[in-house]
């Protein structure tokens, strides 16, 4: 048993500064679908926005860290077990992710490539494409620290994006696209639980009020900047109960590895600071078409009851021990994969279920996406 303890130790020392863009800083920025005239694709008559189009961190991300030195990426088994056939992409589950379940869903498409793929096809573009990548944050050393891609430069993809979609389908048709397509902003999990927590230094610079309000100032910088692209359907989410996940738990919940206040006190904080300021962005700009989206309360309920959910499992991730394993340490070569991963909240030590992300998406259609229809 002591050895055992060492070596979670030694795990969380060596590998625990990505940690993920635990659930949520995580989701998806969408765009749907409508008509288009260009012949490249057929979109569904029955489309309600014309593609999905998703910034942030783990959670959303589809493969966009796969060429990068970093461990905030996991193209290796057992990751994708149960995601078309069993091959790895770079998403951070078993299977798919909450964007792709959206995308499906509506009926848009089957999944939500990642931009960076070298494989993408051209027409992908035109329903929509994750920029998202593992580690991000709202602040700039959070995705240092992980090796990631911080949101400065997936907006810089996005550019990028825009211009492929002017060439495809002229500058009308891409800007009637962007203004009719669902935009889902994920992230924040980073900040909170791999730097503000873990890093000395910045806890000299800020307490978890100026950290926070930091993060919620550059959120709304980013939704500000996409609202300037011409982006009129913006879902951003707000932090997750970090201090419930499984490796938070495992690092800083005691011997019986129960919720850790001060991590969730600290998403709390962040999300009433976030909600105001898309508010009153929203105010500003005249447009309420800017949605914070409370993820928080909906995956704690989860978490808290898992068998009214139909979930065995909430404490542990189906990877491994389930205490500690995230991307390298979940792998195919050390760590056994529990057989039935629905019984699952999380597949690994941060990241949800399949299941876990299809309830969670069911829980948030009727209540956010029909202010936009």
């Not at 913006?234 to 490796?247: D, E, K, Q, W, Y």
Request: aromatic share 10%.
């Amino acid at each position: 048993m002591e050895q055992r303890r060492s070596v979670h130790h030694h795990i969380i020392s060596s590998r625990f500064l990505y940690s993920s863009s635990i659930l949520w800083c995580s989701f998806v920025l969408v765009l749907l679908f409508t008509t288009t005239t260009n012949a490249l694709v057929k979109l569904p008559k029955n489309a309600t926005f014309p593609a999905i189009i998703v910034f942030g961190d783990s959670i959303v991300d589809a493969g966009n860290n796969d060429d990068m030195i970093t461990e905030a990426r996991c193209d290796y088994p057992p990751y994708g077990i149960d995601f078309n056939g069993g091959v790895p992409t770079g998403r951070f589950s078993n299977g798919k992710v909450p964007t792709d379940i959206l995308a499906e869903v509506l009926g848009i498409k089957p999944s939500i490539p990642a931009y960076r793929n070298p494989k993408l096809k051209p027409e992908e573009l035109l329903t929509g494409v994750t920029f998202a990548s593992g580690g991000a944050g709202y602040v700039d050393l959070t995705t240092k620290i992980a090796g990631g891609i911080p949101l400065s430069q997936q907006l810089k993809y996005f550019e990028e994006y825009l211009e492929k979609l002017k060439k495809m389908v002229g500058e009308e048709r891409t800007k009637f696209i962007i203004q009719k397509s669902l935009f889902v902003i994920i992230c924040g999990s980073n900040d909170i639980a791999n730097d503000f927590f873990i890093v000395p230094t910045i806890r000299l610079q800020y307490d978890v009020n100026s950290f926070t309000a930091l993060m919620a100032n550059n959120a709304r910088s980013f939704a500000q900047a996409l609202y300037g692209y011409g982006a009129r359907r913006i879902l951003m989410f707000g932090a997750p109960p970090i201090g419930c996940v499984p490796s938070q738990r495992t690092v800083a919940g005691g011997p019986k590895r129960e919720c850790v206040d001060r991590f969730n006190d600290a998403s709390k904080l962040f999300n009433t600071k976030l909600s105001a300021n898309l508010d009153d962005l929203s105010r500003t700009l005249q447009d309420t078409t800017l949605i914070y989206v409370d993820i928080y309360n909906p995956l704690l309920d989860i978490i808290l009851k898992p068998q009214q959910y139909g979930f065995k499992e909430s404490h542990l991730g189906c990877c491994g021990t389930g205490l500690i394993e995230v991307t390298a340490l979940c792998n195919s070569y050390t760590a056994k994969v529990c057989p039935i991963r629905s019984d699952y909240v999380f597949w690994d030590s941060f990241h949800p279920t399949e299941t876990a992300y299809r309830i969670i998406v069911a829980k948030l259609l009727d209540r956010y996406l029909s202010r936009f229809i």
